[in-house]
Structure formats: C-alpha cells, structure tokens
C-alpha cells in the first residue's frame, strides 16, 4: 500500500479550518483506500507530547523529510514556526507547496516566496477553501 504524506502548518488559532482539512483526507481517504492509497495528515496536535531530548518544532520538523503535500494557512501574519515548516518544507523539497491565505495574500510573503514550486490560494469562506481542498488534493494525489 502506497502512503500520501500530508503536512498542515498554522497557528492553532485555524482549529476549524484544520479540523475541516481532517474531514476532507478522511473522506479522500475513503475514495483511495480502495486504490491501494492510505492518505496521512500529520498535525502537530496529534503528534506524540512524550518528554523529548529534542526540541517538540524539530520533530514536527522532521517529519517534513517524508512529507508529499504542505499546506499552510495564513490569515494576516505568520507565526514564526510556521514560517520555520515552510522554510523546512521548501529545504526538504517537499514536491507539493500550497499556502492557503485568508482574506487576502500577504504581499511581502508573495514577492519573497513567488515561484512555480509554490502555490498560493486566498479563500474567504471555509467552504471555498473545504471545495479547493478536495479539488487540489485530488488532482495531487492523481499526480504521486
């Protein structure tokens, strides 16, 4: 069985928006377990909390390295850690980048990070972005 790796960055403050990302790979997940396809979301509240030599953001880190989607929610800034999975993701060359902002882009992040490896998508409402979602991830895991 082959395993699509997907990994949500956001401040905690998107709980709904993330929670809405988990119903749309649960329902993905559904449709492509039966072509052989398991679908793994990786959200840093569902990661092991047991006591760690390493700092908890380097392990979320790491899981960059197997990680097959990003997909980042952004409202008006973004948080230092986020940042630091973007960065993460961009060096582990994860094949599929996608930035979700809410409302409106964040300019300098767009001239800064402006390039084909990454995509960039505004939404307004959680049902635009619950409908670009399915259509993005469909079309990506057609595509690994």
């Not at 960059?64 to 999975?85: A, N, P, Q």
């Not at 996608?98 to 084909?116: D, L, P, T």
């Amino acid at each position: 069985m082959k395993q699509i790796n997907i990994f949500c960055a956001s401040s905690i403050t998107f709980s709904e928006e993330r929670n809405l990302i988990g119903d749309v790979i649960r329902n993905l997940q559904d449709e492509w377990i039966d072509k052989d396809v398991r679908i793994h979301l990786f959200l840093c509240e569902f990661a092991d909390h047991f006591l760690s030599l390493k700092r908890k953001q380097d392990e979320y880190n790491e899981q960059l390295k197997h990680t097959d989607i990003f997909i980042m929610l952004v409202k008006d800034k973004i948080g230092k850690y986020t940042l630091e999975e973007f960065e993460e993701a961009r060096k582990c060359q994860v094949p599929y980048i996608h930035v979700f902002f809410k409302h409106e882009i964040i300019e300098q992040f767009s001239k800064e990070y402006h390039s084909k490896e990454i995509f960039i998508h505004v939404y307004e409402e959680n049902e635009t972005l619950k409908m670009m979602l399915e259509n993005i991830l469909e079309e990506r895991l057609n595509e690994l």
